[in-house]
């Protein structure tokens, strides 16, 4: 994940650990930083984007085993979009027969959560590029 206007403390590969992005204590449950193929057959990726490689590491959720509306939230450190905004570029992949959706909020202090990327399905076992624009003049969280 990357929020992009210069080299930011948000960036992050995950490669040596999940960097300052914090697991939401406010969820159902957590995201695992881990590298090769995930523990369900037939979903997640067998490398991760960074290295290419099974021995590359990446952040995923393993949702057998969840309810219905469960989530997992990732959050980044607050930080101020400039007059041009921030770009979060980020690669992901959502790949199995029952993957629900990714979602990527703004959130700013005592302001609802607000959608601001969304994803759903399956997406094929290929990493896939996006990215979005924020705008804000206030303190977020992503």
Not at 68 to 78: R, V
């Given at each position: 994940?990357?929020?992009?206007?210069?080299?930011?403390?948000?960036?992050?590969?995950?490669?040596?650990?999940?960097?300052?992005?914090?697991?939401?204590?406010?969820?159902?449950?957590?995201?695992?930083?881990?590298?090769?193929?995930?523990?369900?057959?037939?979903t997640g990726p067998a490398v991760d984007h960074t290295t290419l490689t099974d021995s590359g590491f990446y952040m995923y959720i393993e949702a057998s085993g969840q309810q219905?509306?469960?989530?997992?939230?990732?959050?980044?450190?607050?930080?101020?979009?400039?007059?041009?905004?921030?770009c979060m570029k980020f690669w992901y992949q959502m790949y199995g027969s029952s993957v629900g959706q990714l979602n990527i909020y703004a959130r700013t202090?005592?302001?609802?959560d607000i959608i601001i990327w969304r994803m759903r399905g399956n997406r094929g076992p290929q990493w896939n590029y996006a990215q979005v624009h924020i705008t804000a003049d206030s303190p977020n969280e992503v």
């Open positions: 994940l990357t929020l992009y206007t210069a080299p930011n403390e948000n960036d992050c590969s995950f490669e040596s650990d999940i960097c300052s992005w914090m697991q939401d204590t406010n969820d159902d449950f957590d995201w695992t930083r881990a590298s090769g193929s995930t523990v369900s057959v037939g219905l509306n469960d989530s997992a939230k990732l959050m980044s450190k607050s930080f101020t979009a400039t007059n041009a905004g921030v202090p005592g302001v609802p």
